[in-house]
């Protein structure tokens, strides 16, 4: 997501016409990775009174910038690079490490998303109207570390049972929503108030480069995270407290470098908070309304009007023109609704596909790098190219128009997702249902043989000698399970067998030789495909003496004689050609070949020859045969779509309000975001459905938000502020007695 900090470099009041659209540029050519906003508090021109004298910080090698930006920058790069790593295993982490089903792990991890966009709202105000930017940044950032301290521990198997690991991690987790939520308001802002009032070029470029660092922190955390966690092996499994640990120690030194430059830093006071004082106006206006019902009270022009005994008109006149742009806001949270489940949802999708990109195996969680770089790529392409290539085209392409068609993108991108869920369910084992089993024949015997089950009708025609088993057959049973008779034909005898079947369990009824007489074992196999792209391997040992298997020098398997079968093993996907099989006669090579990405194998064990251990292998479940590249389009177009729809958004907003009122459009945009991720939560916990139709609902849902907000946007009367400002100043009268006048600082964007 991007991440915008338009905060205290002077800008002209009005921004309607070519100003708007230069601002937007802007904000095209400034952008990072999640939409991070500063709340600018109303008193932030230079404060009135008997303050300190703020100190000249020292330059940067003669020049203009002050050394102190430099810990800032370094500061927000580990900050950002912590955030960005640990959410990007979060999902996996839930899914691997807790055994949680996929829509719990989806709806917690859009739980602590929605926190890390409610939380900004406190940091802002104990910024603004209690410690200062400065303190608020040092308390903040020691919960964050701590936060991240106790995830990490929670992520080291050996330590407590499952409930244990649980709590550490929400814990952890709730902590840390608190820290990058409550700084988020609060770093880049700071870094603003490091330059004096003259040299605003030099703070504009140095907005650039913070917005670099972020990027680049982003960038580089989504993709080596996931290594970390999925190709460095602790405990016998993926390493997730490396994978959270790594993060810690960023953020533990984001804090050190910044408390290391506090000797340099301009700080100024708490001067109080415009959110605060918008919320305490819209409240006795509503209180004010309330007490004063009767017919017989004149009415007013407006609701907010009731706040007129306490505030003043200007204040009432920009909460006004706040509130016309709020209401614009109210069908946005769908679009972040969408947009965030690239770390959920599209992650679990990645799971199920294909990661061999020849010279390099890519993780499932590393596809969200792409989001940032495509970021990075497609804003200098709109910003130089598309639009000024719209605008010769004489096309009027407004910024309501510029959001919709962002809208339309993640929509699109959704429905290319479902349209590869699909594709990706065509390899995955049937979904059984009660009163249902599925079955398959493994002949292991030297002829073929013929297998008749009581009363149905499957099977038909007689199973080869090693004959790669078919798709699994349907068994309905009478009740939750049934013993039936099978008869097995083999060489003109007709061999009973009985077995007991039990519902939603798929079996394998294995044929084999044994001291020359035909015999059968009826086995379970997995019902479902093996999670996040490991492959299943289990063994049946054919020989008449016990084996003892060694894969890779790491996995050791017993498996007794005369087609016994071990138990399924997971495994990352690779060739496995490495294999020992220790027998009485002694040691000797296995191979075993691909394991591929998903599947599921049995191997037998047929017999010793020349040295060397045959086996046959059989692909129980098929694997994965979409390849991950398909998930490419979707991210193509949801990034373009952020970019069309968030900086545009953000820009128009912001060009539609007061100077003093920046703050809380940031706050309401802040908002959008976590509620479109408590959407996804409550989606996921009350309406389970098939994968793909999620994704068709969120497609559909977006599709009429879009039209819902074209159609509001049509009806949007463009303002400049300035002039309505200019106006309610004329029209405003001297204060009666019982009325308060309250004229709010122009905040200098």
């Known amino acids: 997501m991007l991440e915008i900090f338009p905060v205290n470099s002077p800008q002209p009041h009005s921004m309607v016409g ?10 095209q050519r400034n952008e990072s990775k999640e939409t991070l906003f500063t709340f600018i508090s109303a008193g932030d021109d230079p404060p009135k009174g008997d303050f300190p004298v703020q100190k000249k910080s020292p330059k940067l090698c003669g020049s203009n910038y002050p050394l102190s930006i430099a810990f800032i920058v370094v500061n927000e790069f580990c900050e950002r690079f912590s955030y960005y790593g640990m959410r990007a295993v979060l999902t996996l982490y839930f899914l691997s490490f807790f055994h949680w089903d996929e829509n719990l792990s989806t709806a917690v991890y859009h739980a602590f998303s929605a926190l890390c966009y409610f939380t900004p709202v406190v940091g802002a105000i104990m910024a603004d109207s209690w410690l200062g930017k400065y303190r608020t940044i040092i308390y903040l950032s020691i919960v964050y570390v701590a936060g991240h301290l106790i995830k990490s521990v929670g992520a080291i198997p050996s330590l407590g049972n499952q409930v244990v690991h649980v709590i550490l991690s929400m814990v952890g987790l709730f902590l840390i929503a608190l820290g990058t939520g409550g700084i988020k308001p609060c770093v880049s802002a700071f870094g603003g108030d490091q330059f004096e009032e003259e040299h605003t070029s030099e703070r504009s470029k140095f907005f650039s480069i913070f917005y670099l660092s972020i990027n680049a922190g982003s960038l580089i955390s989504t993709f080596v995270t996931p290594v970390l966690r999925g190709d460095v092996k602790c405990f016998g499994e993926d390493c997730y407290a490396l994978a959270f640990g790594v993060p810690a120690a960023l953020m533990v030194l984001a804090l050190v470098v910044f408390i290391a430059g506090s000797g340099l830093y301009r700080k100024t006071p708490p001067q109080g908070n415009i959110l605060l004082e918008v919320c305490k106006c819209i409240g006795f206006a509503i209180k004010n309304r309330l007490k004063n019902r009767s017919s017989q009270i004149p009415k007013r022009d407006h609701w907010l009007d009731w706040a007129s005994e306490k505030y003043s008109k200007q204040l009432i006149g920009e909460i006004k023109m706040v509130t016309r742009v709020l209401f614009l806001f109210i069908p946005l949270p769908m679009f972040w609704a969408l947009f965030d489940q690239q770390g959920s949802r599209w992650t679990l999708q990645a799971t199920k ?10 993780q499932p969680d590393q596809m969200q790098f792409l989001n940032p770089l495509l970021i990075l790529v ?4 709109f910003d130089l190219g598309l639009y000024p290539l719209i605008n010769m085209c004489k096309f009027n392409f ?14 699109m991108a959704f429905g290319l997702a479902a349209i590869v869920e699909v594709k990706i369910n065509e390899t995955d084992m049937p979904r059984l249902v009660p009163e249902e089993s599925l079955i398959r024949v493994l002949n292991l015997a030297k002829n073929p043989v013929q297998v008749t089950i009581q009363d149905k009708d499957l099977f038909q025609q007689p199973v080869e000698a090693f004959q790669n088993p078919a798709e699994y057959s349907k068994l309905l049973l009478n009740g939750e399970q049934q013993s039936l008779s099978f008869t ?6 007709s061999l009973p067998f009985n077995y007991t079947m039990k519902e939603k369990l798929v079996y394998s009824l294995i044929v084999f030789e044994a001291e020359g007489d035909l015999s059968s074992r ?3 196999d997995l019902e479902a495909k093996p999670e996040n792209g490991l492959a299943a391997v289990r063994f049946i040992n054919g020989l008449n003496q016990d084996v003892n298997l060694t894969i890779d020098s790491k996995w050791f398997i017993a498996v007794q004689r005369n087609y016994s079968a071990s138990e399924y093993s997971l495994l990352e996907r690779d060739k496995y050609n490495n294999g020992k099989c220790i027998t009485e006669m002694g040691e000797f090579p296995l191979e075993l070949g691909l394991l591929d990405f998903g599947a599921s194998y049995t191997i037998v ?10 086996t046959w292998k059989s692909e129980d479940i098929k694997a994965n045969n979409v390849h991950m590249a398909w998930q490419l389009p979707q991210y193509l177009l949801i990034s373009a779509g952020e970019v069309m729809f968030s900086i545009t958004g953000l820009a128009f907003s912001y060009s ?9 459009l940031q706050a309401g945009w802040l908002l959008t975001v976590a509620v479109g991720n408590t959407f996804v939560l409550v989606v996921a916990q009350t309406a389970p459905m098939a994968q793909w139709a999620e994704f068709v609902l969120f497609t559909v849902l977006l599709f009429a938000v879009c039209i819902i907000f074209s159609v509001m946007g049509y009806f949007y009367v463009s303002v400049d502020p300035e002039d309505l400002e200019e106006k309610e100043e004329k029209r405003e009268t001297p204060s009666r007695g019982n009325m308060i006048s309250l004229v709010t600082q122009k905040t200098k964007l």
């Open 18 to 27: 070519d100003k708007a659209r230069g601002e937007m540029n802007a904000f």
């Open 353 to 362: 596909m294909n990661a061999d990109f020849g010279i390099y195996v890519l």
């Open 378 to 381: 497609f804003i200098p392409i």
């Open 398 to 411: 407004t910024p309501i128009r510029k959001m919709a068609t962002g809208m339309i993108l993640a929509g």
């Open 488 to 493: 097995l034909q083999y060489q003109g005898l």
């Open 522 to 524: 009826l086995i379970t």
């Open 605 to 614: 064990i047929t017999n010793v020859s020349g040295g060397a251990v045959k």
């Open 656 to 664: 539609q309000s007061p100077a003093s009122m920046k703050s809380v």
